[in-house]
Protein backbone atom coordinates (compact mmCIF):
# COMPACT_ATOMS: atom_id res chain seq x y z
CA UNK A 1 0.00 0.00 0.00
CA UNK A 2 1.22 3.48 -0.43
CA UNK A 3 1.24 6.01 1.57
CA UNK A 4 1.19 10.01 0.97
CA UNK A 5 2.83 12.25 3.07
CA UNK A 6 2.59 16.65 2.28
CA UNK A 7 4.05 19.01 3.61
CA UNK A 8 5.25 22.58 3.48
CA UNK A 9 2.02 24.57 4.25
CA UNK A 10 1.69 27.45 5.85
CA UNK A 11 0.37 31.22 6.48
CA UNK A 12 1.76 33.78 4.02
CA UNK A 13 0.98 37.23 2.84
CA UNK A 14 -1.14 37.65 -0.43
CA UNK A 15 2.05 37.73 -3.38
CA UNK A 16 3.97 35.28 -1.56
CA UNK A 17 5.25 31.67 -2.55
CA UNK A 18 5.19 28.31 -0.64
CA UNK A 19 6.86 25.04 -1.87
CA UNK A 20 4.39 21.72 -1.20
CA UNK A 21 5.86 18.28 -1.22
CA UNK A 22 4.22 15.37 -1.47
CA UNK A 23 6.27 11.78 -0.66
CA UNK A 24 5.03 8.41 -1.46
CA UNK A 25 6.43 5.61 0.22
CA UNK A 26 5.39 1.94 0.63
CA UNK A 27 4.67 0.23 -2.47
CA UNK A 28 5.28 2.65 -4.77
CA UNK A 29 4.26 2.53 -8.77
CA UNK A 30 6.85 2.09 -11.25
CA UNK A 31 4.33 4.07 -13.30
CA UNK A 32 1.93 6.44 -11.92
CA UNK A 33 0.16 10.24 -12.24
CA UNK A 34 0.24 12.18 -8.77
CA UNK A 35 -2.15 15.18 -8.70
CA UNK A 36 -3.00 18.11 -6.07
CA UNK A 37 -6.30 18.97 -5.14
CA UNK A 38 -7.28 21.89 -2.84
CA UNK A 39 -10.73 22.02 -0.89
CA UNK A 40 -11.48 25.44 1.16
CA UNK A 41 -13.98 25.64 3.56
CA UNK A 42 -17.73 24.94 2.46
CA UNK A 43 -16.17 24.52 -1.09
CA UNK A 44 -15.87 21.15 -3.48
CA UNK A 45 -12.17 19.44 -3.51
CA UNK A 46 -11.07 21.03 -6.90
CA UNK A 47 -8.35 20.24 -9.37
CA UNK A 48 -4.61 22.48 -8.96
CA UNK A 49 -2.21 20.31 -11.09
CA UNK A 50 -1.09 16.53 -12.05
CA UNK A 51 2.17 15.58 -13.68
CA UNK A 52 3.09 11.74 -14.74
CA UNK A 53 5.62 10.10 -13.71
CA UNK A 54 7.26 8.59 -17.25
CA UNK A 55 6.49 11.40 -18.98
CA UNK A 56 6.35 14.59 -16.76
CA UNK A 57 3.45 15.63 -18.55
CA UNK A 58 1.21 18.08 -16.84
CA UNK A 59 -2.43 19.91 -16.47
CA UNK A 60 -3.23 22.98 -14.21
CA UNK A 61 -6.58 24.53 -13.44
CA UNK A 62 -7.05 27.78 -15.39
CA UNK A 63 -6.82 29.02 -11.76
CA UNK A 64 -3.17 28.27 -11.23
CA UNK A 65 -1.64 28.45 -14.76
CA UNK A 66 1.15 30.91 -14.68
CA UNK A 67 1.34 31.04 -10.88
CA UNK A 68 1.86 27.13 -10.12
CA UNK A 69 4.28 24.86 -11.23
CA UNK A 70 4.73 21.03 -10.66
CA UNK A 71 7.41 18.77 -10.72
CA UNK A 72 8.70 15.27 -9.83
CA UNK A 73 11.87 13.54 -8.50
CA UNK A 74 11.24 9.94 -9.54
CA UNK A 75 14.58 8.85 -7.37
CA UNK A 76 12.70 10.33 -3.76
CA UNK A 77 9.58 9.72 -5.10
CA UNK A 78 8.48 12.82 -4.67
CA UNK A 79 6.13 15.37 -6.35
CA UNK A 80 6.06 19.25 -5.72
CA UNK A 81 4.24 22.56 -6.60
CA UNK A 82 6.03 25.41 -5.95
CA UNK A 83 2.96 28.04 -5.83
CA UNK A 84 3.85 31.87 -6.49
CA UNK A 85 2.14 35.05 -6.76
CA UNK A 86 -0.19 33.57 -3.89
CA UNK A 87 -3.44 35.30 -3.42
CA UNK A 88 -6.61 34.92 -0.77
CA UNK A 89 -8.81 32.70 -2.58
CA UNK A 90 -5.36 30.28 -3.04
CA UNK A 91 -6.39 29.73 1.00
CA UNK A 92 -7.59 25.81 1.01
CA UNK A 93 -6.18 22.40 2.75
CA UNK A 94 -3.68 21.12 -0.32
CA UNK A 95 -3.97 17.46 -0.57
CA UNK A 96 -2.14 15.29 -2.98
CA UNK A 97 -3.08 12.29 -4.34
CA UNK A 98 -1.70 9.18 -6.65
CA UNK A 99 -3.11 6.64 -9.04
CA UNK A 100 -1.15 3.83 -11.03
CA UNK A 101 -1.32 5.15 -14.57
CA UNK A 102 0.42 4.81 -17.48
CA UNK A 103 -1.27 7.26 -19.72
CA UNK A 104 0.41 10.09 -21.36
CA UNK A 105 -1.21 13.03 -19.54
CA UNK A 106 -2.65 12.62 -15.71
CA UNK A 107 -6.07 12.79 -15.25
CA UNK A 108 -7.63 15.68 -13.65
CA UNK A 109 -10.52 14.52 -12.14
CA UNK A 110 -10.97 13.35 -8.04
CA UNK A 111 -12.45 9.84 -8.65
CA UNK A 112 -9.49 8.92 -11.11
CA UNK A 113 -7.12 9.14 -8.27
CA UNK A 114 -7.12 6.26 -5.23
CA UNK A 115 -4.75 7.27 -2.41
CA UNK A 116 -4.63 10.32 -0.85
CA UNK A 117 -2.66 12.27 1.44
CA UNK A 118 -3.82 13.65 4.54
CA UNK A 119 -3.69 17.65 3.71
CA UNK A 120 -1.84 20.92 4.45
CA UNK A 121 -3.10 24.56 5.10
CA UNK A 122 -2.29 26.93 3.01
CA UNK A 123 -3.50 30.68 3.84
CA UNK A 124 -2.81 33.78 2.21
CA UNK A 125 -3.91 36.94 4.07
CA UNK A 126 -4.61 40.00 2.22
Known amino acids: QVQLVESGGGLVQAGGSLRLSCAAS????????MGWFRQAPGKEREFVAA????????YYADSVKGRFTISRDNAKNTVYVQMNSLKPEDTAVYYC???????????????????WGQGTQVTVSS
Open 51 to 58: ITRNYGNT
Open 26 to 33: GRTFSTYA
Open 97 to 115: AVVLWGGFYPPRTYSAYDT
